[in-house]
Nanobody, 123 residues
C-alpha cells in the first residue's frame, strides 16, 4: 500500500518562511506527479504546486508564484515545498497529493492523499 507522509507544519509570521516535505512510501513502480493542495477557510482543496516525475513544476495558484517553490526531495518519490514571504492567505491545511500511482504489483491508483499538515500565517 502506498502512503504519503508529510512534515513541516507550523505557525509563522507574515513574511516568514516554512518548508513542507512529503515522501511516498510503499512498493512504488511509478508516480506521474506529486504536489500540494491547500484547504483554507472555504473548505475546498485547491492545487498550489505540482511536480511531474520528469521534473516539470507547475503553480496553478497565481498567488504563490515567486514565493513558493516545489522540488524533488532526497528520495525519488518525495517533494519539498519551500514557502517564502508567507501571507495570511496562505493559511490552511496543506495536503500532499500523488497522481497516477502504479505499484510494483501493477496496481493503479488514480490519486493518493496525505493526512494534511497545518500552516498558520499570523502576526
Amino acid at each position: 500500500q502506498v502512503q504519503l507522509v508529510e512534515s513541516g507544519r507550523g505557525l509563522v509570521q507574515p513574511g516568514g518562511s516554512l518548508r513542507l516535505s512529503c515522501e511516498a512510501s510503499g512498493s512504488i513502480y511509478s508516480i506521474h506527479d506529486m504536489g500540494w493542495y491547500r484547504q483554507g477557510s472555504e473548505n475546498q482543496r485547491t492545487p498550489v504546486a505540482e511536480l511531474t516525475a520528469s521534473g516539470l513544476a507547475d503553480y496553478p495558484d497565481d498567488s504563490v508564484k515567486g514565493r513558493l517553490t516545489i522540488s524533488r526531495g532526497d528520495s525519488k518519490w518525495s517533494v519539498i515545498l519551500e514557502m517564502n514571504n508567507l501571507v495570511p492567505a496562505d493559511t490552511g491545511v496543506y495536503y500532499c497529493h500523488a497522481r497516477s500511482v502504479v505499484t510494483v504489483a501493477q496496481e493503479f491508483k488514480y490519486e493518493i492523499w496525505g493526512q494534511g499538515t497545518q500552516v498558520n500565517v499570523s502576526s
